[in-house]
């Protein structure tokens, strides 16, 4: 008998029927699958969740849309304004070989000054020399005439240039200034081989620009700066006001408050020669020290402070910078010099800062600052005409290959602080949060690759001004002997660190020793009550006018009266969801008010803790914004935070 069934068996017909209801089974299923497939891809996608700079435990720093409708509204890309049309009569070029710089005259040029003719001319320069304090020049040398091809004498550090025709009278056919870091060759000690690479560090400057406003303005820069090798620090919070506290924490590890208390007062003369500032220990490291400014007036150590007495870097630009202001044409552009004779301020600046950097970084470690306010401080938008000119310095360091030696901190102070950006509802984060981006070079990422992976992961937490002084001590030890003494770190911050070890994920602002007023990390949410919001305001006004007497200006400033509350907000914590209508009744809580008074329409920001029981406010004066500019309003004195709230009698306008 065979085993298998016949096609006529009643078994096998119940098997193929079977079979075939489970394939249309099947076939349903896959339909049904398709379908809802389908429709999933053709629905609405769900609201994009929101993104952050920071989203930690404790910090949550959110993301701005740097082209938001409101901004767009008013926001308009600048365009470059150049200070000359002419060609230069005379420039420099440098002979590596020789290592000199010569001089160079382009008689085509003379030629088209002179409209063809015959006349005959002469060239000369003034040497720029040195004052007998560090912050100043004496004068200009006399007069040393020169023709193509000469070679600059080593010790001349600066000159004036004129070229003019060899009538009488004569005519002055061009001026220009140059200025040259000569080349100093290596101390026999140097010479030896070093057991370990020291990586050079350059840091390049631009005064008043946020992270927004650089994605704004400066598109092309920043997707430079998204290439390889480079990290942005989306949690870098500033720690104070205005340029001064930022700059001096970055530097020197302190605020004025606790260096005036351990050290010397920023405000009395010689004190900035006695402070242990980062490029003393750079300078102990055998690193070459270079510093530059582009605006004497407003320059970090010399507004409204006394500067230095003595020459503090090996390489310190402003002795220059006066000469050229008081012996140059100024073109002003808002409040500070755009055109230092025929050139834009800045690219003396930057010019020097590659001369620098180029002169030395292939054969020694050095440290440089080179810092610009001219073009960003006054117009939030006037980076956009610059954006070339910068993109192009950062393209000339690359092309002349000291990104391979050099640690590079591409920064700012702050964010834009007065203006229509910060009466945006994201106006807060544009003023708190500069730039800072930090570039290894390739064989640091080699030889380091710990402090990589620290700095990828830093890159989204909160860190501060004094975690960047911290970093570049590091940076001083990584060349030092294994037994060598550990620097002293950010005494303002003892729990503040390198960014090439890994920041704690639950790290707050006063850890990282930033004052509730600047800090982004807690979010607010805004309250409406009217009666509310103006005894918050009322108190804070109250706290000012008391600063006024204390500090004996009474008789100089007027007492403030407000004019109206712009906004008020409550301050909810990270993990805190809370409605305007179901606000909590709090004895005590944490509010950011915004508002105008009365004299001279002056606009202020505070983070104050108000007691809704005594209607009483703690708010440290001196951490209260000023939103709107004070250039105008407190000409009587020269305290430079007191001038941020005094409305002088004298300037008081109707």
């Given amino acids: 008998m065979e085993s298998r069934l016949r096609a006529t068996h009643p078994l096998y017909k119940v098997i193929v029927f079977c079979g075939f209801l489970g394939f249309l089974v099947f076939l349903t299923q896959l339909n049904n699958e398709i379908s809802d497939l389908e429709l999933k891809e053709s629905a609405p996608l769900p609201k994009e969740i929101q993104k952050y700079y920071v989203k930690t435990s404790k910090c949550h720093i959110p993301y701005v849309d740097p082209f938001t409708p409101e901004v767009m509204e008013f926001y308009s890309p600048e365009t470059l304004v150049t200070c000359t049309n002419d060609s230069d009569l005379v420039f420099t070029e440098y002979n590596p070989k020789i290592q000199r710089y010569i001089l160079r005259i382009d008689e085509e040029v003379a030629m088209d000054l002179m409209n063809n003719t015959d006349v005959e001319y002469n060239c000369f320069y003034r040497e720029v020399e040195y004052g007998s304090e560090a912050d100043t020049f004496d004068k200009l040398g006399s007069n040393k005439y020169f ?391 009322h108190s804070v006004i109250d706290r000012m006018n008391e600063y006024f007497v204390a500090k004996g200006l009474s008789a100089l400033c007027s007492n403030l009266t407000l004019y109206y509350v712009i906004k008020t907000e409550i301050r909810t914590g990270v993990d805190v969801k809370w409605h305007d209508d179901q606000l909590p009744e709090l004895e005590k809580a944490v509010y950011r008010v915004k508002f105008k008074v009365k004299q001279n329409s002056a606009d202020f920001q505070a983070t104050v803790t108000y007691n809704n029981v005594t209607q009483t406010s703690e708010v440290n004066v001196e951490q209260i914004s000023r939103t709107n500019s004070y250039r105008e309003d407190s000409t009587c004195i020269e305290d430079k935070l007191a001038k941020l709230y005094c409305i002088c009698f004298s300037d008081l306008k109707s």
Avoid at 199 to 218: A, E, F
Avoid at 258 to 268: R, S, Y
Avoid at 455 to 483: A, V, Y
């Fill in 147 to 537: 023709s193509d091809g000469y070679v600059v004498p080593t010790h001349v550090e600066g000159i004036v240039v004129e070229c003019r025709t060899a009538d009488e009278p004569s005519i002055l056919l061009q001026k220009d200034a140059f200025t040259f870091v000569q080349y100093e060759p290596l101390p026999k000690d140097m010479k030896k081989k070093h057991g370990v690479r020291k990586p050079s560090v350059i840091m390049y400057g631009i005064d008043s620009l946020s992270r927004i406003n650089l994605r704004r303005t400066m598109p092309k820069v920043f997707k430079f700066l998204q290439g390889e090798g480079w990290f942005e620090m989306q949690g870098y919070n500033k720690v104070g006001d205005n340029s001064f506290p930022n700059i001096f924490a970055i530097l020197s590890g302190y605020s004025a408050e606790t260096a005036k208390e351990h050290i010397c007062d920023t405000d009395t003369e010689g004190c900035f020669d006695k402070m242990p500032m980062i490029w003393k220990y750079f300078k102990n490291a055998s690193y070459l020290t270079g510093y530059a400014e582009d605006e004497s007036g407003s320059n970090h150590f010399s507004y409204l402070k006394p500067g230095f007495q003595k020459k503090p870097m090996d390489f310190y630009f402003r002795p220059f910078l006066r000469a050229l202001e008081s012996k140059l044409d100024i073109t002003q552009y808002g409040y500070m010099p755009y055109c230092l004779g025929r050139r834009i301020a800045n690219r003396y600046i930057y010019d020097y800062g590659r001369m620098f950097t180029e002169r030395f970084v292939h054969e020694r470690p050095i440290w440089g600052m080179f810092w610009s306010s001219h073009f960003s401080h006054d117009d939030p938008f006037m980076p956009s005409a610059m954006q070339e000119k910068i993109l192009g310095d950062l393209l000339d360091l690359k092309s002349a290959g000291a990104l391979e030696e050099t640690i590079m901190i591409f920064f700012a102070d702050h964010g834009v602080r007065w203006g229509r950006l910060t009466w945006l509802k994201e106006g807060f984060l544009e003023e708190r949060l500069p730039m800072m981006f930090i570039y290894l070079p390739p064989w640091f990422r080699v030889t380091y690759p710990s402090f990589v992976r620290a700095l990828k992961i830093n890159q989204h937490r909160l860190c501060s001004n004094f975690d960047i002084h911290n970093t570049l001590k590091h940076i001083i030890e990584m060349g030092g002997t294994p037994d060598g003494p550990v620097l002293p770190k950010a005494f303002d911050c003892p729990t503040c660190q390198s960014l090439f070890h890994v920041l704690p994920e639950d790290r707050t602002c006063a850890q990282a020793a930033i004052d509730d007023h600047w800090c982004t990390c807690e979010p607010y949410i805004p309250i409406s009550d009217q009666a509310w919001t103006d005894q918050i305001s």
